[in-house]
């Protein structure tokens, strides 16, 4: 971090006084674990982690780190998927779990304020006793501060959009320790038309343009009824057919996820299920109980016109529970096919109409290349994963990965989609968002990062290619 001792010694005792002798590790240790998240790239740990209690202590080492020209990193629960936490150069990791309260919780306005260390699960506790839920549910439980910082959404997408529909204000300390609101201090409107859409702006920044320390979001009233189905196809291509005529048939449906056969298994001796070894649907219906009813009726004319088997009911709220636990858990599942090895997702998202397509396409691309990458799809927004499982110490398996990675993502570009739908950019995937929204656009974004943090101090190296000297 620093050549000479005295520089060190002055920026820690800095530190020391903004947060306490208890709020800044050096230990390699606690270094080593803000340095990776859940991804493929290697541990990059920071110099120091400090573990600030409020906004106001954010802000004062923010603007001690711009002073002394030191990267800032934030760090929620690190359960990203793209390596969006690694130190490339050093510096200073803002891990922000001591922050966890919920603020301002207005039931009668369906929204609610939180800081960065409260996770989607915490939240939903909070909320239990209150008629009330935040939908979004990516795999993991991770911080809400963060799932705004990468745009993230899981399986209720569907229905209930992304976290960039539901975040309706966001405060952030910028590089200078700046605080911004980015819609006005406590506003919170259900809608609005004034000014650029800042908020929007932070969604899915990684980190890059700020920290953001609150969150602002869109709750929903818990539906009188939820009803989960499961359904298995002769195909994958039928499985997918029966999606997309479900969605064209303006099916409200709540939750519709693809398993292929591989992953399907994989979930039945991970989760102890029973389901049959064929292409799957996993379905979930919410509204009243009429509504539910026609919504099943419906649905269930589309699958069985496809082949599809009769459904296996969810009724209660276990057996629910228990096969999205099951779909969630998709992930330590498909690396249990392979004890010892590692997982890389892919992540790409396709406009609805070409997904039998490119998942049939994949599939293919998985077989000839003798590659384990059991797939499992958030098919009612055109988004799938591939759990690549890969043998680490194999180099030339590895490339293999890498390869097929590359060609998958171009073949979403091809059928105008995005390399990523859910997960971000972060390291691994910074030339394909330049192949996918071409120089002009990529310049403009890094035009607003130098108007925001002209040193680029902020998560260096992630989203955008470093510039050439």
């Known amino acids: 971090m620093y050549s000479s001792h005295a520089a060190l010694d002055s920026v820690l005792s800095a530190f020391r006084s903004i947060c306490g002798e208890d709020g800044i590790s050096l230990g390699e240790a606690v270094r080593e674990q803000h340095g990776k998240d859940e991804s493929v790239h290697r541990c990059c740990p920071p110099d120091v982690v400090v573990f600030p209690h409020c906004v106001e202590e954010v802000s004062a080492l923010a603007k001690v780190c711009h002073n002394h020209h030191l990267p800032i990193i934030p760090f929620g629960t690190g359960t990203g998927l793209e390596g969006g936490v690694g130190a490339l150069k050093g510096g200073v990791c803002f891990s922000l779990r001591n922050m966890d309260q919920v603020l301002d919780l207005h039931q009668e306005d369906f929204d609610v304020t939180v800081e960065p260390g409260v996770t989607r699960k915490a939240l939903n506790a909070y909320l239990r006793e209150t008629g009330l839920w935040f939908p979004v549910d990516p795999g993991a439980d991770a911080s809400l501060c963060g799932m705004a910082a990468t745009s993230a959404s899981g399986t209720n997408a569907v229905r209930y959009g992304t976290m960039r529909e539901n975040v309706l204000n966001l405060e952030v300390v910028l590089a200078d320790g700046t605080i911004i609101h980015t819609a006005g201090k406590g506003r919170r409107p259900r809608k609005t038309s004034a000014g650029y859409n800042l908020t929007n702006l932070f969604v899915g920044s990684e980190g890059t343009l700020g920290i953001i320390t609150k969150s602002t979001l869109r709750l929903y009233g818990i539906p009188e009824a939820m009803v989960s189905a499961v359904c298995s196809f002769p195909s994958v291509q039928a499985a997918v057919d029966s999606t997309v005529q479900v969605l064209q048939a303006g099916v409200p449906i709540a939750r519709i996820e693809f398993l292929d056969e591989v992953m399907i298994d994989a979930c039945n001796r991970f989760s102890s299920l029973s389901y049959p070894v064929t292409p799957t649907l996993f379905l979930e219906f919410h509204g009243s109980e009429r509504s539910v009813e026609e919504q099943v009726n419906l649905t269930e004319d589309i699958t069985q016109s496809n082949g599809g088997s009769d459904f296996q009911w969810a009724r209660d709220a276990e057996t629910r529970n ?25 992540d790409v998202c396709v406009p609805l109409s070409r997904l ?48 097929f990675t590359e060609r998958l993502a171009r073949r979403a570009l091809a059928m105008d989609g995005t390399c990523t739908g859910e997960h971000g950019v972060g390291l691994g995937k910074r030339a394909l968002l330049c192949e996918e929204v071409g120089h002009t656009a990529i310049n403009v974004m890094q035009g607003l990062k130098d108007a925001l943090d002209p040193k680029n101090l902020m998560n260096p190296g992630k989203v955008l290619q470093p510039r050439e000297p």
């Open 322 to 346: 228990s096969l999205w636990k099951a779909r969630h858990d998709a992930w330590y599942a498909a690396l249990a096919l392979r004890p010892g090895c590692k997982a890389y997702s892919t």
């Open 356 to 403: 039998p397509q490119i998942i049939v396409e994949t599939k293919e691309d998985l077989m000839e290349n003798r590659l384990t990458g059991p797939i499992a799809g958030h098919v009612g927004d055109g988004n799938f994963h591939c759990l690549m499982v890969v043998d680490p110490s194999d180099p030339e398996e590895q490339h293999r990965v890498h390869l």
